[in-house]
């Protein structure tokens, strides 16, 4: 018998559409409309989660040996490090903390440039709604893979007729006019942060008379700065390519104050954008689980921040991690080429819904998926907490259930 569920949160991608609507037979999944390639890989691996066992050394064992082997390793580790998080639930990500905390781990999300600036500067942000509603000026910046969702799009269309919106397209390559933006500005990747410099001094009122702008076309550039003055409501929407590079924390926190100062006279908001496939809500659970977004370290027996020192992949690439425990559906999310290859030489334990194919963690312990499997929540793009529901049975435990078993068995 096949049933229609309709309004189903899609954990796929940070964009968490929830308007998806599932036709399954009770088993299985037929049929995801409206198809979007990442939704639709997301939704497949439910087909397989129930094939899967758990593993020591690659060797099928039971439920109880590998949770047995996994507090055995964390046992004999005097660095371990919690890693991951993404594709996964609020109560996984709680959980994560919670076991980091136990064994006094070290957790980080990957997104160290993102919170290492807001620590210091903050973040004045908003909803999808309010864009939607509100903003007059949208500007991507290095956001090309949002800016050419059609579902992100489609969220954009308001039934206000009042809102007269342009959108315009920034970044390093920009070669090619988006047709959902109206303007397209070229900027020099390695000079993002001059040209913020520039943005702020012009609407500051500082005459820049006789200095070339740099990074950018000085019309350009004097085209921005009187939209910027023009608009009443301006969202700056940064992607990855935006956080790339040694200064990415830099940039992000130069933004941030570049958009404090255009609220002294009208509203501005920004908000970050992951990885394309990736998801948000790590940093927000352990924002307000130990006081920081990123980069925590339990060793002390409370929680310590510090983005420089406790990075994933700076931890993993100097072999400053002796066990590294992997969770979420996307466990390599924010780490770096040479950190993987360091995973290959250290112990590991990956918990979540698909055996990676990059290496062989010394333990697996497959789950559930939550949104499909389990009931639970997650964090869209924007900040905003969307709840998941399961709607198809399964034999596996959920990430949160196994992660709490071997807090229990320590």
């Known amino acids: 018998m096949k049933n229609l569920i309709e309004d189903v949160t899609c954990a796929g991608c940070y964009c968490a559409c929830d308007d998806i609507r599932i036709k399954t037979d009770g088993q299985q999944i037929l049929e995801v409309q409206p198809p979007c390639a990442q939704g639709q890989d997301w939704f497949e691996r439910a087909a397989t989660t129930d094939q899967l066992s758990p593993q020591v050394q690659g060797r099928p064992v039971s439920q109880h040996e590998a949770i047995k082997r996994a507090v055995e390793l964390i046992q004999q580790a005097q660095a371990p490090l919690v890693t991951g998080l993404s594709q996964t639930s609020t109560d996984a990500q709680r959980a994560a903390v919670a076991l980091a905390d136990r064994i006094g781990a070290t957790i980080d999300t990957g997104a160290a440039a993102v919170t290492r600036a807001l620590q210091q500067a903050g973040e004045a942000t908003c909803t999808l709604g309010e864009v939607r ?36 397209a920034m970044g390093g390559e920009c070669s090619q006019k988006s047709d959902f933006a109206d303007e397209c500005i070229q900027v ?27 990074g950018i076309a000085e019309s350009e550039l004097q085209l921005l700065v009187s939209q910027l003055k023009q608009c009443k409501y301006i969202v700056f929407i940064t992607g990855p390519e935006f956080k790339q590079g040694p200064l990415a924390h830099r940039k992000l926190e130069a933004l941030s104050l570049l958009i404090k100062e255009i609220q002294s006279e009208r509203r501005c908001h920004s908000i970050t954008v992951p990885a394309f496939g990736e998801t948000k809500g790590a940093e927000h659970v352990l924002a307000w689980q130990t006081g920081y977004a990123a980069a925590v370290n339990f060793a002390s027996g409370f929680p310590r921040y510090s983005p420089g020192e406790y990075h994933a992949s700076r931890l993993l690439e100097q072999s400053e991690v002796d066990l590294c425990i992997l969770t979420g559906g996307k466990p390599l999310a924010g780490l770096s080429v040479k950190a993987i290859e360091s995973l290959r030489r250290n112990p590991s334990i990956q918990i979540g819904p698909a055996l990676i194919s990059e290496f062989q963690p010394d333990v697996f312990l497959p789950t559930g998926i939550a949104g499909i499997h389990f009931p639970g929540s997650m964090y869209r793009y924007d900040g905003t907490p969307l709840p998941l529901r399961g709607f198809l049975p399964t034999v596996q435990n959920s990430e949160a259930d196994v992660l709490k078993q071997i807090n229990k068995s320590l």
């Open 133 to 168: 509603s509100r903003a007059d000026l949208i500007i991507y910046w290095g956001a090309a893979d949002l800016l050419n969702n059609t579902k992100h799009r489609q969220s954009l269309v308001s039934n206000s007729p009042e809102v007269a919106r342009k959108i315009i």
């Open 188 to 214: 020099e990747s390695q000079r993002e942060l001059e040209v913020i410099w520039q943005l702020r001094a012009l609407l500051k009122g500082v005459d820049l008379t006789g200095k070339e702008p740099v």
